[in-house]
């Protein structure tokens, strides 16, 4: 989450990390506003320069409402019972209301476990009970989930079978959206958002720049290169 997106202070956000640290993720949410390689900055190999705006995002950072949980391993239910805490804490200290809760990543939640029962059910009830947050605290809950490993060497863009352990994630998920690149993750450059799902809204192709260095986004300004999926606008 770009933390430019929540800088009104009264709207706070919630990052669930079963996978990386807390410690690593903050280190890559400033590496990536304060415009700084991220992979310099876990090996503390920047200029002077840039740790002064290493500095400069941090302190921006830490007086923004949000939360990030690198607790590991984790249960939904656990995510659940902790993003009620800090909606309770937040509201009473700040006033500030979490809007924006990012589970990263939905496979790795561990579910409870019900003999007889297939991973891809496991996964499907953990799904089901991120959209039941969503419901009950009136938050967006943005869930990273895992596709399948051909995708890695696919020449085409991913679509829902490819959703890894999928159970019933595209059933319940509102909106669904897979990133694509044509010429490799690695590489910077093009890249493409698929929305492949959106409950009430339209479906479609949008074109973005991928700087990796920075793990960062943006708007692709200009013409569309040869490797654009055809529909790309």
Request: charged share 25%.
């Amino acid at each position: 989450i770009s933390a430019c997106d929540v800088e009104d202070r009264s709207v706070g956000a919630f990052i669930a990390s079963a996978e990386m640290g807390r410690g690593e993720l903050v280190l890559r949410m400033a590496a990536s506003e304060a415009l700084v390689d991220a992979r310099r900055a876990l090996q503390g190999a920047l200029v002077s320069e840039e740790w002064a705006r290493m500095n400069s995002v941090a302190t921006f950072l830490a007086d923004l409402p949000i939360h990030v949980d690198g607790t590991s391993p984790v249960t939904v239910f656990e995510v659940k019972g902790r993003v009620r805490r800090h909606i309770a804490e937040c509201s009473r200290k700040s006033g500030a209301k979490i809007r924006v809760v990012l589970v990263d990543y939905l496979q790795f939640l561990q579910a409870v476990q019900v003999k007889g029962r297939s991973r891809e059910q496991e996964v499907a009830e953990t799904a089901k009970e991120l959209k039941a947050l969503a419901k009950d605290t009136n938050s967006c809950v943005i869930a990273l989930a895992q596709a399948g490993r051909a995708v890695d060497k696919a020449t085409t863009p991913p679509t829902l079978s490819d959703l890894r352990e999928s159970g019933n994630i595209e059933a319940v998920a509102d909106v669904v959206v897979f990133i694509h690149h044509p010429n490799g993750y690695r590489e910077g450059g093009y890249a493409e958002l698929h929305v492949a799902k959106h409950r009430g809204g339209p479906c479609g192709i949008v074109p973005v720049l991928w700087d990796p260095r920075f793990t960062r986004f943006a708007n692709w300004e200009g013409p569309l290169p040869d490797c654009a999926t055809p529909g790309a606008m």
